[in-house]
Nanobody, 125 residues
Framework: QVQLVESGGGLVQAGGSLTLTCAVSGRTFNRPVMAWFRQAPGKERESVAALSWSGAVTYYADSVKGRFTISRDNAKNTVYLQMNYLKPEDTAVYYC??????????????????WGQGTQVTVSS
């Protein structure tokens, strides 16, 4: 059984930093793409970042470019999201996901099969 478990969320002031961690257990895809999505209250889920197995291909939403960094440790089956210069509009539940999309669809939630339960990130002004 595949499980994705996020951790590292919390309350932070604007301008601060957080690092989210997603631990993957069980067998997913061969060389899965890992991604982060988020959903704010009353809003639709949106993509944040994605990373290929090798790390060579990345995707970032325009809203987080230059502030967030996705990385992974394949030996530990773990993916990270380093979030710097956080803004109140980054407040959301953050989810990690695993799938096998081609790079064109890294942003698309429907391209991912396995999802975590989410971790809350709250940024105060």
């Amino acid at each position: 059984q595949v499980q994705l478990v996020e951790s590292g969320g919390g309350l932070v002031q604007a301008g601060g930093s957080l690092t989210l961690t997603c631990a993957v257990s069980g067998r997913t895809f061969n060389r899965p793409v890992m991604a982060w999505f988020r959903q704010a209250p009353g809003k639709e889920r949106e993509s944040v970042a994605a990373l290929s197995w090798s790390g060579a291909v990345t995707y970032y939403a325009d809203s987080v470019k230059g502030r967030f960094t996705i990385s992974r440790d394949n030996a530990k089956n773990t993916v990270y999201l380093q979030m710097n210069y956080l803004k109140p509009e980054d407040t959301a539940v953050y989810y990690c996901a695993s799938g096998n999309p081609i790079p064109t669809y890294y942003y698309a939630g429907r391209a991912y099969t396995y999802w975590g339960q989410g971790t809350q990130v709250t940024v105060s002004s």
